[in-house]
């Protein structure tokens, strides 16, 4: 899939990591439809980068089909938004609990949903959702994170089946640890000692990547990040150990307490 000329759907773009997508793909020549909550952030963003801003809450059902309305022309859509939603469960009230899995899960499906069919009879187009290596591997205080970013991962690999022979592509991106981007950086909180991070840059070229290549999955972390959540999506148990002897819960408490306003 080319990008350049292409009208591309962004989410999420007034985080970390969506500036830093918006800003590759303005950068390959991408015209720009930014979405997000933030008013104040997005329409200065999408002035600088030569798109245009649709304010847009994605727990709210009104809002995405009127965002699909508007993004009619769209050929590429990112699904790139997500809550904070660390913690135990058991501390979330059930509102919260409803809302995250509503921005994580459901409006990247229902987006692909209400988009795909205008992108199949034009014979091309892309679906892209950002999970994250969460999704491979469960971790201390991380179920309701867990719970959306494996559902994230179950369809959209299975969307892409369905899909095949459409001229519509769909990938997914996974990415680690983000060390100047994203939940750590917007909580304040520093990553587990010893792992190593990736930028917000890297995550941008991996999902334009994806796009041109096609690609199904591209996990974007160091090599022992990859190895691991891989092996600890195959054995839980040890998993579990080895998160525990990291102090994995120890890092999603101090992650909670930095998202609990984000909610």
Same mark, same amino acid.
């Given at each position: 899939m080319r990008i350049g000329g292409t009208t591309v759907l962004l989410t999420g773009a007034t985080g970390g990591i969506g500036q830093t997508l918006a800003r590759a793909l303005a950068a390959k020549g991408a015209r720009l439809l930014l979405t997000g909550r933030r008013e104040e952030v997005l329409r200065p963003l999408a002035e600088r980068l030569g798109g245009r801003a649709i304010v847009a809450d994605l727990a709210e059902r009104s809002d995405l089909e009127r965002l699909v309305e508007e993004a009619a022309e769209a050929r590429i859509l990112i699904a790139n938004a997500a809550l904070?939603?660390?913690?135990?469960?058991?501390?979330?009230?059930?509102e919260e609990l409803d809302r995250a899995l509503d921005v994580n899960l459901r409006a990247p499906m229902l987006l692909s949903r209400m988009m795909a069919p205008r992108m199949v009879e034009s014979g091309s187009g892309?679906?892209?959702?950002?999970?994250?290596?969460?999704?491979?591997?469960?971790?201390?205080?991380?179920?309701l994170y867990n719970a959306a970013k494996?559902?994230?991962?179950?369809?959209? %690999?299975? /969307? #892409?089946?369905?899909?095949?022979?459409? &001229?519509?592509?769909? +990938? @997914?991106?996974?990415?680690?640890?983000?060390?100047?981007?994203g939940m750590f950086a917007e909580a304040g909180v520093s990553t587990p000692a010893g792992v190593r991070t990736i930028s917000s840059r890297r995550v941008a070229a991996a999902t334009v990547r994806a796009i041109e290549r096609n690609r199904a999955e591209v996990n974007v972390a160091p %090599?022992? /990040? #990859?190895?691991?959540?891989?092996?600890? &999506?195959?054995?839980? +148990? @040890?998993?579990?150990?080895a998160q525990r002897g990291a102090g994995a819960a120890t890092?999603?408490?101090?992650?909670?307490?930095?998202?609990?306003?984000?909610?």
């Open positions: 904070p939603s660390s913690g135990p469960v058991l501390e979330y009230r059930s892309h679906l892209v959702m950002i999970g994250s290596l969460s999704g491979r591997t469960a971790s201390p205080g991380a179920a494996f559902g994230l991962r179950g369809f959209a %690999l299975g /969307l #892409r089946q369905d899909l095949h022979g459409t &001229g519509v592509g769909v +990938s @997914l991106v996974q990415p680690g640890f983000v060390g100047d981007a %090599l022992e /990040l #990859r190895l691991g959540s891989a092996l600890g &999506g195959l054995f839980p +148990s @040890l998993a579990e150990r890092t999603s408490r101090r992650l909670a307490d930095g998202q609990r306003d984000k909610r």
